[in-house]
Nanobody, 127 residues
Framework: QVQLVESGGGLVQAGGSLRLSCAAS????????MAWCRHAPGNEREFVAA????????YYADSVTGRFTISRDNAKNTVYLQMSSLKPEDTAVYHC????????????????????WGQGTQVTVSS
């Protein structure tokens, strides 16, 4: 079982920045892909970004490309999401997710394909 714990959310003004962290409880060999997804009230869970433990290949949703950066620290079993130029529409609960095996470029962007989830951290962007 993989446990994921997110931190770093909060309230920020539009144009500001936040960095989210996701600490995984087990060695990275147990998972291959880590992702951030977000869930806003009234909306479906949305893919934001993903990264592979091995090689660090990153994937981004079009809505965050150029503003968000995903990274990982294999030694700490931790994944980060650096968010810049935040907009009110980025307001959501941000969840960390993990997948046990490698994924195609298509499937990595589908939230329902991930095996493990964290509880989430609230990000609120005021206008």
């Amino acid at each position: 079982q993989v446990q994921l714990v997110e931190s770093g959310g909060g309230l920020v003004q539009a144009g500001g920045s936040l960095r989210l962290s996701c600490a995984a409880s087990v060695r990275t060999v147990n998972t291959k892909v880590m992702a951030w997804c977000r869930h806003a009230p009234g909306n479906e869970r949305e893919f934001v970004a993903a990264i592979t433990w091995s090689g660090g290949t990153a994937y981004y949703a079009d809505s965050v490309t150029g503003r968000f950066t995903i990274s990982r620290d294999n030694a700490k079993n931790t994944v980060y999401l650096q968010m810049s130029s935040l907009k009110p529409e980025d307001t959501a609960v941000y969840h960390c997710a993990a997948h046990k095996t490698t994924m195609t470029v298509y499937r990595v962007r589908i939230p329902t394909t991930y095996d493990f989830w964290g509880q989430g951290t609230q990000v609120t962007v005021s206008s």
